[in-house]
């Protein structure tokens, strides 16, 4: 995704979902609607990366307890509009060691928050994570990645270049798709259990045990 798009939605918040859902062509729903057919009534939810809340409320609606997880305050301003009952802690996710107790959450949830860490950042989240999750219980994250595939590989590059080109010229930066997440993952000494791919192997679905 271009940071420049990305920046822009981040800045009026009202629009992200709009504007995510016409960037990753509806997969976004799809893996949300996936990732919340697990939370179940009491589960006890950490939503890293939370954004508008839109996951959250999904979750909330099956009965779940959610805490939300977001370094922008306007983004937590519209979730917490879209989902009053959830608990929001306006940090980033770098800073979780101070602020959740151990082993306290059933099940934890990301979508397209890995792919704006660094490598090490998100190994060390994925250590946290491991450290906050119950014994039994399960992690789902859904982002954006770099596929292994050779043509989805080709289609890839072909889809993302001019989105490259065009965020390095405006901002020298570029954008920050995950080459090797699932190598991260059991890294950091968490399980994948399932995988899933979306819109021709550019965004992945993984269900995560200790």
């Known amino acids: 995704m271009s940071f420049v798009y990305m920046k822009i939605l981040e800045s009026r918040p009202e629009r992200y979902d709009i504007g995510m859902g016409l960037l990753t062509l509806g997969s976004l729903s799809k893996i949300k609607q996936q990732i919340a057919n697990h939370a179940q009534p009491g ?3 950490l939503d890293l990366g939370c954004g508008t809340g ?17 370094s922008n305050s306007g983004m937590l301003a519209v979730a917490k509009r879209n989902s009053p009952t959830a608990n929001y802690l306006n940090i980033s996710l770098s800073n ?7 082993e306290s959450f059933d099940i934890i949830l990301s979508t397209l928050a890995f792919s704006e860490l660094t490598r090490a950042e998100r190994i060390h989240v994925m250590k946290q994570i491991k450290r ?3 014994n039994g219980g399960k992690v789902l994250i859904g982002d954006e990645i770099i596929p292994d595939n050779f043509p989805a590989k080709c289609f890839y590059y072909a889809f993302r270049l001019p989105m490259r080109l065009l965020t390095w010229i405006m901002t020298q930066t570029t ?10 993952v059991r890294e950091a000494g968490m399980k ?3 995988s899933k791919s979306y819109m021709w192997g ?3 679905l993984l269900e995560i045990e200790k």
Do not use: W
């Open 175 to 184: 954008t920050n798709a995950i080459p090797s997440f699932e190598e991260e």
């Open 43 to 45: 589960n006890q939810v």
């Open 54 to 70: 839109t996951l959250a409320k999904m979750c909330i609606d099956r009965g779940a307890l959610v805490t939300g997880v977001d």
């Open 202 to 204: 550019m965004f992945l």
């Open 192 to 194: 994948i259990v399932n």
């Open 132 to 134: 906050v999750l119950k």
């Open 96 to 102: 979780l060691d101070e602020h959740l107790e151990d």
